[in-house]
Every structure is written in structure tokens, then in C-alpha cells.
């Protein structure tokens, strides 16, 4: 079934540690996005990506990278974790109409 | 940019109640307005949407109503029950953008 994945879903590290967070999609879709979201609270985009080699930072400054090598592939680095990078991230991709298919999320908790 | 603004922040009802959640949108370029729920724990997920060439749009308990001219557009769930407790977020896209503004959430509580 298609679908959007995201590891690992839980993470607890201890400050500046670098994490890669994972997302896979098997939905066919160009374009992807990384969103932060502390639990139940307003949606930020933080990074998205068109296609493969295209990358753009979201209206959120969040200290963190990302790349796009492989279509389905978009993985989202923070190079030094702080405790202020706590917080819920969802991978998202698009369909050609605009309507966004969400991961389930990886919650990181930076001590 | 886009702005979105949702209201209200919380809502909550007595199960077999309708509930209403407003959002207002600054750009008159957009054309197209996703709804998602984000149940506690689990992913945000589309229920409605709706498209600037259509006033109204049904599904089963749940509707939307789009006016262009104000630029406003409201979810309407009626005969609500426990399991439409959840975070609502509005969102608008204008044409040829694939990058949403998301409204802040709505928090519906409904009480059996």
C-alpha cells in the first residue's frame, strides 16, 4: 500500500549529538516537506523539496538539513541537537492537487 | 504571503451537536482549501476539500462552505460524536504553489 514512512518514531539524545531522521514514500510524489510540530499545536514548514537536487528552507529556522538524492527519499539532519529541537517532526509529500499525506511522525526528546 | 487564520481555538460540544470551525484566508489568489484531522497521537489526514470554483462541498457528516468574496470558509460537522474529537487545521494553497499556509488548529471536544 502506498504510503509515507518515517524512522526511527521515537528518539531521545543527549545534546549535540548529530540525528538523521528518516522518511520514505512509496506514493509516487515529487514533492516533500518536513514540518515541526509540538504535539496538537500549529504545523511549521520547515524544509520541502520539489524533486530530486532540490531543496528549500521553510518559514522556521530550525539548524537542521536536508537532502534529496532519491525521489522517495528525504531525510532531515540536525548536525548538533539541542534541547530546544524537542519536539514532534512529520514528513509530508504532496499529490498533483495540492492535498498533503502526512507521516506518522518521529517525536525527539533532546536532554 | 498567505495568511490563514482560524477560529476558535477550542470548541467543544455535547455529542449529537453541530460544530462550525471558521478560517479566513488574505491571498485571492488561492484556489484550494484542504481540511485535515489530526487525532491525539496520530498523523494530520485529509477529510474535506474544497476548490475557489465551488461554493459547497458535502460528505456524508461533514461540509464545507467556501465564500471567495470575503474570503472566508468554514467546516460544518453536524450530529458530532466522540470520535470527531480532534485537532482540525484549515489551509489554503493559491494556484501553482504546492506550499500550504496552514491555519493555527482547532481543538473539538466532544462530550458524550
Known amino acids: 500500500e502506498a504510503d509515507i514512512y518515517q524512522t526511527p518514531r521515537y528518539l531521545v539524545i543527549g545534546t549535540g549529538k548529530k540525528i538523521t531522521l528518516e522518511c520514505s514514500q512509496t506514493?509516487?510524489?515529487?514533492?516533500m516537506y518536513w514540518y515541526q510540530q509540538d504535539p496538537g499545536m500549529e504545523l511549521h514548514l520547515i524544509h520541502y523539496?520539489?524533486?530530486?537536487?532540490?531543496?528549500e528552507k521553510g518559514d522556521l529556522s530550525s539548524e537542521s538539513t536536508v537532502s534529496r538524492i532519491r525521489t522517495e527519499h528525504f531525510p532531515l539532519t540536525l548536525e548538533s541537537a539541542r534541547p530546544s529541537h524537542t519536539s514532534q517532526y512529520l514528513c509530508?509529500?504532496?499529490?498533483?492537487?495540492?492535498?498533503?499525506?502526512f507521516g506518522p511522525g518521529t517525536r525527539l526528546l533532546v536532554l | 504571503g498567505e495568511n490563514v487564520e482560524q477560529h476558535p481555538s477550542t470548541l467543544s460540544v455535547q455529542e449529537g451537536d453541530s460544530a462550525v470551525i471558521k478560517c479566513t484566508y488574505s491571498?485571492?489568489?488561492?484556489?484550494?482549501f484542504p481540511w485535515y484531522k489530526q487525532e491525539l497521537g496520530k498523523r494530520p489526514q485529509l477529510i474535506i476539500d474544497?476548490?475557489?470554483?465551488?461554493g459547497e462541498k458535502k460528505d456524508q457528516r461533514i461540509a464545507v462552505t467556501l465564500n471567495k468574496t470575503a474570503k472566508h470558509f468554514s467546516l460544518h460537522i453536524t450530529e458530532t460524536q466522540p470520535e470527531d474529537s480532534a485537532v482540525y487545521f484549515c489551509?489554503?494553497?493559491?494556484?501553482?504553489?504546492?506550499?500550504?499556509?496552514f491555519g493555527r488548529g482547532t481543538s473539538l471536544i466532544v462530550h458524550p
Open positions: 509530508a509529500s504532496t499529490s498533483g492537487k495540492g492535498t498533503q499525506y
Open positions: 506514493m509516487g510524489h515529487d514533492k
Open positions: 523539496s520539489y524533486g530530486v537536487n532540490s531543496t
Open positions: 491571498d485571492s489568489a488561492s484556489n484550494y
Open positions: 474544497i476548490r475557489s470554483n465551488v
Open positions: 489551509a489554503a494553497l493559491s494556484g501553482g504553489s504546492y506550499i500550504p499556509t
